[in-house]
């Protein structure tokens, strides 16, 4: 058995109609996952970029590359076994935990309050996909109510 | 200049150079089929169902390598293409089908004949298209037949809502256009061509693997020159069926569940495996791990998505076949001894020798592949041949004697039953000079029967050759050898008398149980030039062999079935 691998997936498509259902349908079509996925148009080009997180084998990953590429709309596929990688994360915890400790584990992290109201403080962190995980499990001390992914985006280092 | 939409989906048929339509009108595709009345240019040819339209679009395009054209109406008109465009699909067929949609106000709103037409053709498609605007339709079906036609090539379907077509705007039609998005590659890399051709001439055991993109990209005379200059044995899918000329003493046949045993052979002891526009279909390889075992492989093909996609390919070049042919042959000749692979092609004789591809004939009753030889014999190249899918399939595969290219035309990957018959309309219409015979079974011919009435309206005579068992035969083949003979829902004892059912429609019928009667039907139907039904009753219980089990070695092949 081909070993499982984890991989992160920039697409630059043509900012047309259905486009993201051409590429989610493709996913859906040949039985590969999407983990997280993050679409925002690229300013005054007419395109977007996607980043997709995404797993399987060798010869999976190398298919859902092929076909992304096959997609009429799909200008780019950028792919590397190390990117920058990032991503943000907002979390909502009662207000009788501690704000300053709240405060310290978010800096932590790259991150801070965003904001506080009479019922919940809500933070902010960005960082690098491991960490978040850390970070998720670090935070649970102090009760979250509600957490919500932003999806990884992705840089090539050069 | 202005005009509306109805009237540039006219105009961009002419530029394109379109003479024939196959369609069928209907609510949000009727300021379309306004036009069509008005206009001289084309011919359309009305079916009497949309699925066959769209294969018989197929079949014109499968037998000419232009671009074949259907038009549908709106939600059921369009969902009953969908099985059109599939099989287009599965086997890279060059085809545009233009539906119509229900207005843009009202898309989104349940309407009536309302369905998401682009999004269920987006995985059955190579490309499609909403059209938003009749100032954007120009490109659009420009785009479509470039699409359509080039890289590796396939259906592309244009949904256009009812008032696009009735709006009005400039006629812009690009000369050329450029999809910056889209842009294959057709040059071979040279290094990776060169390295291909040395390997060649250091193989001691080399077989060339020829697949249908030889038939797409119209390289079988290139194929044919390599295989001449190198003298290195050949095995054909069912979609390069014809590739090679039958009689050619290089060809071993077809490969894979159903092909010859000295093919299959071939391809489990080879060294290298030649593989020109194959895509390694399952129905071919077998067992993956077990396939080509010992063998490098180079594999020629446009689709970079093909290459590696089941099989670790050893040397893969991207390109069109013909520019990579055209590098490679002179490299080849340069270096290749044909003599070096001739204690290979002995073996291989000698497999050939031992289990020859052949059946029991009979006396007392017709054997299905004897219909298929004789027609061989009578019509030879001066017919082109559509099946269905079945038994009957694999019988002409295997034993009518093809000498060209765009001879055979079948359904391979989507394996539609019902393809056949409007295929072959699409086919004689095309091929005017050409017999068009539609072998068939029992099962399949009453999928799209009702084309009795379109090849009779259109003066469109195709020859169907029911090969009449009285069973879903292939699927009966599978209960007898793999479900112990229990025979569910496959056996087709009631069934309609094919010979009135024609004569209904206005063809003509013949019921065949003898050589002899046979002989005359079909020396009859060839004479009078009609559409025509021959109901040949045969051996019930023949089965296609040799047989690779599903999911088994291609060097186990069941070689006889004994009760």
Redesign the interface.
Known sequence: MMKVERRVISVI??NE??VL??IT?LFA?RGYNIETLTVAPIPESGMSRLTIETRGNV?VI??II??L??L????KVIEHEEMIEKEMVMMKFPINESLSNIQALCEAYNGGIANVSSQHIITMIADEPKRVRHFIEAAQRFHPIEIVRGGVVAMERE | MEMTGAQMVIEAMKLEGVDTVFGYPGGAIMNVYDEIYKQKEFRHILTRHEQAAVHAADGYARATGKVGVAFVTSGPGFTNAVTGLATAYMDSVPIVVVSGQVPISLIGTDAFQEIDA??IS??CT??NF?V?SAKELPRILKEAFY?AASGRPGPVHVDIPKDVTAETAKFDYPARID????RPTTKGNLRQIKKAAEVICKAKRPVFYLGGGIVHSNSAELVRELVAETKIPAVETLMARGVLEHDNPLLLGMVGMHGSYQANMAMSEADLMIALGPRFDDRVTGKVSEFGKHAKIIHVDI???SI??LVDVDYPIVGDLKEVLEVMIPKVKECVDPDRYQAWRDILKRYNEIHPLAYEDSDKVIKPQWVIERVGQVLGDKAVISTDVGQHQMWTAQFYPFSFPRQFVTSGGLGTMGFGFPAAVGVKRACPDKISVNFTGDGSILMNIQELVTAVESRLPVINIVLNNHYLGMVRQWQTFFYEKRYAETDLSFQPDFVRLAEACGGIGYRVETKEEFDEALNDAIEKGVVAMIDVIVDREENVLPMVPSGGTLYNMLLEYKD
């Not at chain 2, 999809?179 to 889209?182: L, V």
């Open positions: 498509v043509q109609h259905s259902s051409r349908g079509a010869r190398e298919q092929k076909q590429h096959k009429i709309p799909t200008y | 682009t999004g987006r995985s190579k490309h909403l938003r699409l999809i910056p998005t889209y689709d970079p998505s590696g996609k």
